[in-house]
């Protein structure tokens, strides 16, 4: 199949490698895609490729929406939402303010993040997933107290039906929740980690199994506490 992934964030990254080990065909957009983590990146995975936002989206069978959540809307305009008609959307993003804000919180809206790409890509069949998931256990998880389990959402059965065989090939067998309002559910569960490092439980632990995004800002703030600690 072929996978277009929009975002070159760690988890668009890790789910793009997960996609070339089950041999299928990946192209990331990026709005830079000769950035210096990409380049590494399709070192790796040398069968995948790169290109704009519009050359992904126009490439995937399947699409993937992995660009931070203040990028999402402009991702969607550079990659044409005509793109999306059709297709089975992966959403994976999570609606929190950008780590520029005085601190993390989940973006002020009546609804979830899904919901709103549902409305802003009707002719698309979105479903989410990988909310509360650290990228680093995205391809085949293995945790001690045994196989854990995916919880997904949508309005359209076949789509979500489709996206649980791909993610049982990747180790997650899935539990629907039911229609994609179920994001309201699902999208909060990130705050957890945001909660957990705010309080100053910053662990190697935590980290591995924490957002990229959530842990450069969880780091930051511990650096922050200390300098002021020591003033």
Not at 42 to 62: D, H, M, Q
Not at 194 to 209: I, P, Q
Request: charged share 20%.
């Amino acid at each position: 199949m072929k996978i277009g992934i929009l975002g070159s964030t760690c988890v668009g990254q890790s789910l793009g490698h997960g996609f070339v080990e089950q041999g299928n065909e990946v192209k990331i957009g990026a709005r830079n895609p000769k950035q210096e983590g990409l380049v590494h990146w399709l070192s790796e995975n040398k069968s995948a490729s790169v290109g704009s936002f519009a050359e992904a989206a126009a490439f995937g069978e399947l699409l993937i929406l992995a660009a931070d959540w203040n990028e999402t809307e402009d991702a969607i305009k550079q990659a044409n939402p005509k793109n999306f008609s059709g297709k089975v959307v992966l959403d994976v993003s999570n609606p929190l303010d950008s780590v520029a804000s005085e601190s993390w919180k989940r973006a002020e809206q009546p609804d979830s993040g899904g919901e709103r790409l549902q409305r802003r890509l009707p002719g698309a069949r979105v479903v989410g997933a990988f909310n509360p998931t650290g990228n680093a256990h995205i391809f085949h998880p293995n945790f001690e107290e045994g196989q854990p389990e995916l919880f997904i959402c949508g309005n359209d059965a076949a789509a979500k039906k489709e996206v649980a065989g791909l993610l049982a090939d990747f180790g997650w067998p899935v539990v629907d929740l039911g229609p994609i309002e179920a994001s309201r559910y699902l999208e909060p569960l990130a705050m957890g980690w945001v909660t957990h490092g705010l309080n100053g439980r910053c662990s190697r632990r935590f980290c591995a199994r924490s957002h990229c995004a959530y842990l450069s800002f969880c780091l930051e703030a511990t650096r922050s506490q200390g300098q002021t600690a020591q003033m």
